[in-house]
């Protein structure tokens, strides 16, 4: 098991800007591919961006691209999420995910380790 705990999340007004942290425990492999995912209420889960273990490969939703960063910090067993130019629509509970294989899926079966959740509320 690879737990993961999410924070980070909050209130913020539309064209603000959040940063999730994912912290993951436990021995990674060299392979792991994180991810972040989401969903608001009423909707299925979606995904948001995914990164390889180096930071040189990511992967963004159309919805996010150019406003999300996702990133590593591998010494401190850390990804971030910055999130700029937030959006109403951006109102979900956020999930980090992870699985040990060097590639990246934007499907949420692919990753057999998830986080809890944090709460993003974007205010118009």
């Known amino acids: 098991q690879v737990p993961l705990v999410e924070s980070g999340g909050g209130l913020v007004q539309a064209g603000g800007s959040l940063r999730l942290s994912c912290a993951a425990s436990g021995r990674t492999s060299s392979s792991n591919v994180m991810a972040w995912f989401r969903q608001a209420p009423g909707k299925e889960r979606e995904f948001v961006a995914a990164?390889?273990?180096?930071?040189?490969?990511?992967l963004y939703a159309d919805s996010v691209k150019g406003r999300f960063t996702i990133s590593r910090d591998n010494a401190k067993n850390l990804v971030y999420l910055q999130m700029n130019s937030l959006k109403p629509e951006d109102t979900a509970v956020y999930y980090c995910?992870?699985?040990?294989?060097?590639?990246?899926?934007?499907?949420?079966?692919?990753?057999?380790?998830w986080g809890q959740g944090t709460q993003v509320t974007v205010s118009s």
């Open positions: 990164i390889s273990w180096s930071g040189g490969n990511a």
């Open positions: 995910a992870a699985r040990a294989s060097s590639v990246l899926f934007t499907t949420g079966r692919q990753y057999p380790y």
